[in-house]
């Protein structure tokens, strides 16, 4: 009898299980769309390298695809970050020449994406943290960073995208680059 009732019990399951409302059928398709469609602001994030492009064209297609409008940001780290005080002399003449590159490589770049001057964004920081506070600041809903699929020591490590999505107030795109 036991064993009876057990595989009652089991059809019984099986037959509410399939009853059981399948989410994504019973959703209207468009509604799925208008719900992706929340996107109305875009940040993407430019290293200047030759990667950039590869994120960019996603991110312009993003734009394109929901009409929205497109910011991007290069975050220049201060070489006193990056070398604290081991340098012993003064680093300011050359993060000023930095800084006047990166501007006119920036402005190059987002011309090219048909970015508006007010929409180019170049912060001194840490990228990851800079990202995300522009982010916030400019009410991205999405922000496109590139990533690198890395493996090993060097994820353990980390990276640009993973602390960009760690800290982001909103969506994260990783458009996978290089290798
Ligand atoms: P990384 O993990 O440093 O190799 O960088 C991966 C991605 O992070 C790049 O493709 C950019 O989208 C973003 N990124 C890295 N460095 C910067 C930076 N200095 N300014 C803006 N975005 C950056």
Known sequence: ?????????????????????????????????????????????????????????????????????????????????????????????????IHETAKSHLAEFASTLDIATENQHLIFGRPETEIDTLAQQISADVIVVGSHGRHGIALLLGSTANGVLHGAPCDVLAVRVGT
């Open 1 to 97: 009898m036991r064993s009876f009732n057990g595989v009652t019990q089991v059809k019984k399951k099986s037959v509410e299980l399939q009853s059981e409302p399948c989410k994504f059928r019973q959703t209207d398709q468009s509604k799925v769309v208008l719900n992706m469609a929340d996107y109305t602001h875009i940040l993407v994030a430019v290293d200047l390298t030759e990667e950039s492009r590869i994120v960019a064209t996603k991110a312009c297609g993003l734009k394109s695809a929901y009409d929205a409008n497109l910011s991007c940001v290069h975050v220049i780290e201060p070489l006193s970050l990056a070398y604290g005080g081991d340098i012993p002399m003064d680093l300011s003449t050359i993060q000023e020449q």
